[in-house]
């Protein structure tokens, strides 16, 4: 089990004294101390023309982490393909490996949100199509070769890009679903996959279910087994105690759950009973995360500022995770 961070920039503007350029900066502050202390990768979001996330364009935020940082994998979870240009995405994301020496993660998707698709006046009904072709393009493009492309919705003529990403062939490409019974197709692909236990799945049974079906299809179709990996997004808050942990989260997590766009609606208590939270002390954060493990899942992406969390309560739990959660996975 690696352990990476993870943030949906959920930004309450009309709820909190906290201006976008805040957020970013704390942002900042948080990828520089997981580096400090040993975390695999941060990864942030990409939504648009909502509260629900504050990064609409990760490539930005991206390229400044890169600069505060030296080691720590920098990753968009995910870049919506169907919603640029594919080309401008690759140039854009090549950049960021350059400019973080060959650290950007590539979390890919065709986006799910109904408002979006409207805001760009994109049928939702045409996302994957669109996002196929745009990972195709996409994938070639960081080739450095000259090519063409003829699709549906995509053409590419005779066309080669002047900035490469520095990782070989290519730096690596997940692809996320909200359904963890649809992690299957993604497996045939041969390509990892993403999920958020939350919001994919009512129960860790059904989101174990979905990574060894994932990982059945993955090594039938001629993937190797070690690189089928499964990171997975969970909300965490680690205090020195549980009762701690609970008092400190329970107001953000509601107003998170109040506030999100997708899953089914369920209170603080369901959600920790259920194991798809981690909320607790160390001890607690551990039991969480060995079930995932067992499960198949192999990246812990903690969502750890979710619903306007304070930034030293981010920070804090950062800090206990590190010194006190890692140790029982190495």
């Given at each position: 089990?690696?352990?990476?961070?993870?943030?949906?920039?959920?930004?309450?503007?009309?709820?909190?004294?906290?201006?976008?350029?805040?957020?970013?900066?704390?942002?900042?502050?948080?990828?520089?101390?997981?580096?400090?202390?040993?975390?695999?990768?941060?990864?942030?979001?990409?939504?648009?023309?909502?509260?629900?996330?504050?990064?609409?364009?990760?490539?930005?935020?991206?390229?400044?982490?890169?600069?505060?940082?030296?080691?720590?994998?920098?990753?968009?979870?995910?870049?919506?393909?169907?919603?640029?240009?594919?080309?401008?995405?690759?140039?854009?994301?090549?950049?960021?490996?350059?400019?973080?020496g060959?650290?950007?993660?590539?979390?890919?998707?065709?986006?799910?949100?109904k408002?979006?698709?409207?805001?760009?006046?994109?049928?939702?009904e045409?996302?994957?199509?669109?996002?196929?072709?745009?990972?195709?393009?996409?994938?070639?493009?960081?080739?450095?070769?000259?090519?063409?492309?003829e699709?549906?919705?995509?053409?590419?003529?005779?066309?080669?890009?002047n900035?490469?990403?520095?990782?070989?062939?290519?730096?690596?490409?997940?692809?996320?679903?909200?359904?963890?019974?649809?992690?299957?197709?993604?497996?045939?692909?041969?390509?990892?996959?993403?999920?958020?236990?939350?919001?994919?799945?009512?129960?860790?049974?059904e989101?174990?279910?979905?990574?060894?079906?994932?990982?059945?299809?993955?090594?039938?179709?001629?993937?190797?087994?070690?690189?089928?990996?499964?990171?997975?997004?969970?909300?965490?808050?680690?205090?020195?105690?549980?009762?701690?942990?609970?008092?400190?989260?329970?107001?953000?997590?509601?107003?998170?759950?109040?506030?999100?766009?997708?899953?089914?609606?369920?209170?603080?208590?369901?959600?920790?009973?259920?194991?798809?939270?981690?909320?607790?002390?160390?001890?607690?954060?551990?039991?969480?995360?060995?079930?995932?493990?067992?499960?198949?899942?192999?990246h812990?992406?903690?969502?750890?500022n979710?619903?306007?969390?304070?930034?030293?309560?981010?920070?804090?739990?950062?800090?206990?995770?590190a010194?006190?959660?890692?140790?029982?996975?190495?």
């Amino acid at each position: 089990m690696k352990f990476g961070l993870f943030s949906v920039v959920d930004h309450y503007p009309r709820e909190l004294p906290r201006t976008s350029g805040q957020f970013y900066e704390e942002l900042l502050e948080q990828v520089q101390a997981a580096e400090e202390w040993g975390f695999d990768s941060f990864w942030v979001a990409e939504h648009h023309f909502h509260e629900y996330g504050g990064i609409p364009a990760p490539p930005i935020w991206l390229a400044a982490a890169a600069q505060r940082t030296k080691r720590i994998r920098l990753g968009s979870a995910v870049v919506v393909l169907p919603f640029d240009n594919p080309l401008r995405a690759a140039e854009d994301y090549a950049m960021v490996d350059v400019l973080s020496g060959g650290r950007l993660n590539l979390g890919s998707g065709s986006g799910y949100l109904k408002h979006e698709f409207d805001g760009f006046g994109i049928p939702i009904e045409e996302k994957r199509e669109r996002f196929d072709e745009g990972l195709q393009i996409l994938l070639k493009a960081w080739t450095g070769e000259r090519f063409s492309y003829e699709g549906k919705h995509h053409r590419v003529k005779d066309v080669q890009l002047n900035v490469l990403p520095v990782q070989k062939p290519h730096p690596p490409v997940w692809i996320a679903t909200l359904r963890a019974d649809g992690a299957p197709r993604i497996g045939a692909r041969r390509f990892p996959v993403m999920l958020i236990p939350y919001a994919s799945a009512e129960t860790r049974a059904e989101s174990a279910a979905g990574a060894r079906a994932y990982k059945g299809a993955f090594v039938k179709a001629g993937g190797r087994p070690a690189d089928a990996t499964v990171p997975f997004g969970l909300h965490c808050h680690c205090a020195e105690t549980t009762a701690q942990a609970r008092a400190e989260a329970r107001e953000h997590m509601d107003r998170y759950v109040r506030t999100r766009l997708y899953a089914v609606q369920r209170p603080f208590e369901t959600l920790v009973e259920q194991n798809v939270v981690a909320i607790g002390d160390p001890r607690e954060i551990i039991r969480v995360a060995r079930l995932y493990e067992e499960a198949g899942l192999t990246h812990f992406l903690a969502i750890s500022n979710f619903g306007g969390l304070e930034h030293k309560r981010v920070m804090r739990s950062m800090e206990l995770m590190a010194k006190h959660v890692f140790p029982a996975f190495t």
